[in-house]
């Protein structure tokens, strides 16, 4: 693989994946798509090598941009996406012209140009919740928001292109992922940065909704082992092995900051709030996956990220993000 396209390169995930990956195969040159939008920042991107990355605005719901981004590659990895449940259950349209008419395009574009491999990244949402035991990659899929509603649209309509036209589709479904350079909407980095400002935490519910919490750079390396050593019309998950309550991150996160547990704000509940999200990872550990990094250390280290980083979250903080912030938390009064 010598040229690979990366949507949504300009997110969190995205990202980390294109500083992995240039990091790891000096052979490879990235070809980076984003749209921009509210969650895609070239902030992101400010460390890596020019010669070996290049930066395309474009949307993958653009059908004609897309099959042009993809010309001459070897391999596609789709990390584009309208990513966050709580903006979802606001408005779901942008949901389903990325998540699904996006990814039509690609496998379109893919179909068309005979790309060697394409990998979507998926989540561990598309399961929907359970109480007991972890979810297998066998398992029915069950999306019970619309994020991962048209996450598992996605999905469908890439191993239908698989079964139909025998592009060579590879999905993965990663747990709850945390690390650098997370768009401070998301639970993690939203408490991080309000516990430095004295802002108050706002837990949804009774705080007993347990996710399993992945690395970001453990998420990366397993995307890219889903990538050259799975098989085509193969899903995998991709999990942290660190099941938490959200007050358990939360007293953590207010440890590491330094802050006492009196700016936890319990708030109305999130509708359709999923129980607890688990995933068995088995099947990519068997390829030579694991994830590395232990929760403690991973929150430790993400936490001084964002204290020794306020030039990268200081100035998302404002405009878009408070006008979200207010319409979101206004009206959640206390749980
Ligand atoms: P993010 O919201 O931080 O980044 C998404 C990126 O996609 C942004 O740069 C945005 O500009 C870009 N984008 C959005 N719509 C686009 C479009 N139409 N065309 C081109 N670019 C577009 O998301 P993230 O957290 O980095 O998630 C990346 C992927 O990983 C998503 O597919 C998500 O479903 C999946 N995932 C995320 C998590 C998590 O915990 N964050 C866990 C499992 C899977
Ligand atoms: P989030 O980061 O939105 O990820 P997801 O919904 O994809 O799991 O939320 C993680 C957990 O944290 C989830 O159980 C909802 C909860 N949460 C809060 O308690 N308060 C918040 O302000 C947010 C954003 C999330």
Known sequence: ??????????????????????????????????????????????????????????????????????????????????????????EASDFIAT????????LEAAKAQGTKRVLLVSTDEVYGSIAEGSFRETDPVGPRNPYSASKAGGELLGLSYFHTFGIPVIITRGSNTYGPYQYPEKVLPLFVTNAIDNEPLPLYGDGKNVRDWLFVEDHCRGVDHALRHGTPGEIYNIAGENERENIALTTKILECVGKDDSLIRPVKDRPGH????????????????????????????????????????????????????????????SA
Request: hydrophobic residues 40%; negative net charge; aromatic residues 12%.
């Open 274 to 333: 999923d129980r607890r999200y688990s995933i068995d990872s088995t099947k990519l550990k068997a390829l030579g996956w694991e994830p590395q990094m232990d929760w403690e250390t991973g929150v430790a280290l993400t936490v001084k990220w964002y204290q020794e980083n306020e030039w990268w979250w200081r100035k998302i903080k404002t405009g878009e993000f408070l006008e979200y912030y207010k319409r979101q938390y206004a009206d959640r009064g």
């Open 99 to 106: 998540n699904v008419r996006g990814v039509h395009n690609i």
């Open 1 to 90: 693989m010598k040229r690979i396209v990366v949507t949504g390169g300009a997110g969190f995930i995205g990202s980390n994946f294109v500083r992995y990956t240039l990091n790891t195969y000096p052979e490879v040159h990235v070809v980076n798509v984003d749209k921009l939008t509210y969650a895609g920042n070239l902030d992101n991107l400010k460390d890596l090598d020019a010669s070996r990355h290049t930066f395309v605005q474009a949307d993958i719901a653009d059908a004609e941009a897309m099959a042009k981004a993809m010309e001459g590659c070897d391999a596609v990895v789709n990390f584009a996406a309208d990513s966050h449940v709580d903006r979802s259950i606001m």
